[in-house]
């Protein structure tokens, strides 16, 4: 299991651990098998494991989300699923058929059985039809309250990269837009501008953008992520001072990459980060006489 943070939520007077990862949210089935024996979650778990109608359920959620699931393990414990002498254990299913719907992970603080919520939802039902009703309606609670978060947050920096967008524009009207120009030039110059921001934080021009997603209502800058736009509220201050240095764009924009990577993985780790190749910088700015 990874070491994504892990939150907790209140299930009739019983702590529930869950946490988020690529795959989606994973609630830990130790705890709401503690809902029944808070000594032998263990042996709760087990016990629901040896269901053949357990063994389908979890066996076809793997065969929809895990491309790597051993189906020839699979039917071999489905066949022996249900008698008197089967025994299975999530360690052993994991191990078995390469199971990602369910995670075991030893030790006696932060261990235990986690699975995915759809999984863990499937547990519940089996444990207790009031205990998963009350789980279902906090974790989606919970979620709803995470989503308004997100989007406050997301709304912010949102708000304050277009203010900083002034700054940005003002140091270009100072220093690069010539005082004899066409609209239609100026409009090309500062256009110009804003893809060497897209480019050096999301690695493509807002053109590029729209031709690969030509069915989005936005634009680029409308599906960044927050951390993304607190890079690039950063990122158009930061270039509005290298405009006044007199730098060129093409200087500029090995920086300014530089530095969202740099900002980037500060702000969510070592997850993979754009770098600019060669052949992705933009062409300079050139005005016709």
């Given at each position: 299991m990874n070491k994504a943070k892990k939150e907790k939520m209140m299930i009739q007077g019983k702590e529930i651990v869950w946490f988020e990862e690529e795959k989606g949210d994973y609630i830990s089935l130790t705890d709401i098998a503690r809902y029944r024996d808070s000594k032998r979650s263990d042996y709760i778990l087990q016990n629901w494991m040896r269901?053949?109608?357990?063994?389908?359920?979890i066996g076809l959620w793997e065969q929809f989300n895990n491309p790597n699931f051993n189906p020839i393990e699979f039917d071999g414990i489905k066949s022996k699923s249900g008698?008197?002498?089967?025994?299975?254990?999530?360690?052993?299913?994991?191990e078995r058929t390469g199971a990602v719907g369910i995670i075991s992970k030893p030790g006696r603080y932060g261990g235990g059985t986690f699975a995915h919520k759809d999984i863990a939802f499937e547990f519940a039902t089996w444990l207790s039809a009031e205990f998963k009703f009350y789980l279902i309606r906090e974790f989606q609670r919970l979620k709803e309250e995470e989503q308004k978060r997100l989007s406050l947050d997301w709304n912010l920096q949102r708000t304050l990269a277009k203010i900083n967008y002034k700054i940005h524009t003002d140091a270009i009207r100072e220093h690069i837009v010539p005082p004899f120009v066409t609209p239609e030039q100026a409009?090309?110059?500062?256009?110009?501008?804003?893809?060497?921001?897209?480019?050096?934080?999301?690695?493509?021009?807002a053109q590029e953008w729209r031709l690969k997603n030509a069915g989005a209502k936005g634009n680029i800058r409308d599906e960044a992520t927050i951390e993304q736009l607190v890079v690039l509220s950063n990122l158009e201050s930061i270039n509005a001072l290298l405009i006044e240095q007199n730098l060129p764009q093409s200087s500029r924009l090995i920086q300014l990459n530089q530095i969202a990577i740099t900002q980037l993985k500060s702000l969510v780790g070592n997850r993979q980060i754009l770098k600019l190749e060669p052949e992705n910088q933009i062409s300079p700015i050139h005005i016709s006489d």
């Open positions: 269901n053949r109608s357990t063994i389908e359920f008698s008197n002498d089967f025994v299975l254990t999530p360690k052993k299913w994991i409009s090309y110059i500062y256009a110009s501008e804003a893809d060497l921001l897209n480019t050096a934080l999301f690695g493509k021009t």
